[in-house]
């Protein structure tokens, strides 16, 4: 028998089966109470939320910042402009900074289930500290 007739056959199977691992997955994930997570993979998953909670954002405070930057610059002579790209470059280093500085913290348990949960709790907060802070600046400029 041919490779093709059994791969096409088996990846169809596959594919199936991962999108209904994945529905019910997702299903599962509704029903979990971040509020009061009981086992390991709950207090998992609701920081991982959490994290990319926090994530988003610190994003939409960076871009309305960034978008205020733009309108400032695009009043101001040639040699004075450059405030998009200088936010551009600190929110790099700010990302670099915040992983050396929680790899940093939670390295004494490293390798297991504490240090990946101090690793993210630690994100967690900086990235809620970056955003204020990010707020802030646009306040700053709102005039």
């Known amino acids: 028998m041919p490779v093709r ?3 096409l056959p088996a990846l169809a199977l596959f594919l199936a089966t991962a999108g209904t691992a994945v529905a ?3 299903k599962v994930n509704d029903n979990i109470d971040c509020g009061y997570p009981l086992t390991e993979a709950e207090r998992s998953f609701c920081a991982d939320k959490a994290l990319e909670d926090a994530d988003t ?3 939409e405070a960076f871009d309305r910042l960034r978008a205020r ?3 400032i610059d695009a009043e101001l002579p040639e040699h004075l402009k450059g405030a998009p790209a200088s936010l551009d470059d600190a ?3 700010w990302k670099t900074y915040a992983d050396k500085d929680c790899t940093a913290y939670s390295f004494p348990f490293r390798g297991g289930t504490r240090g990946n949960e101090l690793y993210r709790n630690c ?3 900086l990235t809620m500290k970056r955003t204020e802070d990010l707020d802030a600046t646009v306040e700053d400029y709102a005039n």
């Open 5 to 7: 007739s059994v791969t």
């Open 24 to 26: 019910e997955e997702e």
């Open 57 to 59: 954002r610190m994003k």
């Open 69 to 71: 930057l733009v309108e």
């Open 91 to 93: 929110q790099a280093a």
């Open 123 to 125: 994100l967690i907060v």
